[in-house]
C-alpha cells in the first residue's frame, strides 16, 4: 500500500533562518507531488508541484523553492524565513483514476517563524 | 475571479443530520471534492462529483448541480469524531484545484 511520510511535525524558526521540509511517497512510481501551505481561515494554497524528477512548477511567486532529487522524495526550502511563511504545510501526492486525482495528503507540518 | 464559498462554521447535535453547502465560481469545471480535516491533522478524501446528482457513501452524501454551481455534503447520525473541517474543492478547466476556506463543524452531546 502507498504512503507519505513527511517531517518534521512542527518547527518553530527565527526569522531569516533556512528551511528544509521533506516528504517521502512509498508503494508507488512516478506520482504526482504538491506542496501546500494552509493558513488559518483560508483555503489551501498550492505552492508546487513536480509530475517527475527535476520537474517543478511553482503557482505562486516567494521566497521559496522546491526540489524533486529522486522520484518519490519532494523537498521544501527557504534560504531566508519571513513572518508571513509561519503556517501549516501539506506534502501530498496523487492518483488519477475513478474518483478523478484526490489527494493523498501528509501529515503536516506546523511552521511557526517567530 | 475563481470563488469557493462554504459557511465558515456549523454546530449540530449528536445523532441529528447536517448539509454543509459549497457554492463556486470557477474558470470551467472537472469535478468537487469533499475533504475532511480534523484539527492539526491532513485532510482525508471523502467525496467527488463530476455529474449532477446525489452520490452515497454510508452515513456521509455529496450531491452536485452544475447549472447553480452549487453542492452540499449531508452528514447523517452524526458522532462525535465527526467534529472536523469540511473542505470543499473545485478542479477547474485547467484541471487546478480551488479550495474553499473551510466549514467547522462542532457537533454537541
Known amino acids: 500500500s502507498q504512503t507519505i511520510h513527511q517531517w518534521p511535525a512542527t518547527l518553530v524558526q527565527p526569522v531569516g533562518s533556512p528551511l528544509s521540509l521533506e516528504c517521502t511517497v512509498e508503494g508507488t512510481s512516478n506520482p504526482n507531488l504538491y506542496w501546500y501551505r494552509q493558513a488559518a481561515g483560508r483555503g489551501l494554497q498550492l505552492l508546487f508541484y513536480s509530475v517527475g524528477i527535476g520537474q517543478i512548477s511553482s503557482e505562486v511567486p516567494q521566497n521559496l523553492s522546491a526540489s524533486r532529487p529522486q522520484d518519490r522524495q519532494f523537498i521544501l526550502s527557504s534560504k531566508k524565513l519571513l513572518l508571513s511563511d509561519s503556517g501549516f504545510y501539506l506534502c501530498?501526492?496523487?492518483?488519477?483514476?475513478?474518483?478523478?486525482?484526490?489527494?493523498?495528503f501528509g501529515s503536516g507540518t506546523q511552521l511557526s517563524v517567530l | 475571479g475563481q470563488n469557493i464559498d462554504q459557511p465558515t462554521e456549523m454546530t449540530a447535535t449528536e445523532g441529528a443530520i447536517v448539509q454543509i453547502n459549497c457554492t463556486y465560481q470557477?474558470?470551467?469545471?472537472?469535478?468537487l471534492f469533499w475533504y475532511q480535516q480534523h484539527a492539526g491533522e491532513a485532510p482525508t478524501f471523502l467525496s467527488y462529483?463530476?455529474l449532477d446528482g446525489l452520490e452515497e457513501k454510508g452515513r456521509f452524501s455529496s450531491f452536485l448541480s452544475r447549472s447553480k454551481g452549487y453542492s452540499y455534503l449531508l452528514l447523517k447520525e452524526l458522532q462525535m469524531k465527526d467534529s472536523a473541517s469540511y473542505l470543499c474543492?473545485?478542479?477547474?478547466?485547467?484541471?487546478?484545484?480551488?479550495w474553499g476556506a473551510g466549514t467547522k463543524l462542532i457537533i454537541k452531546p
Open positions: 474543492a473545485v478542479m477547474d478547466s485547467n484541471y487546478q484545484l480551488i
Open positions: 470557477t474558470s470551467g469545471f472537472n469535478g
Open positions: 462529483n463530476v
Open positions: 501530498a501526492w496523487s492518483v488519477l483514476g475513478p474518483e478523478n486525482e484526490k489527494l493523498f
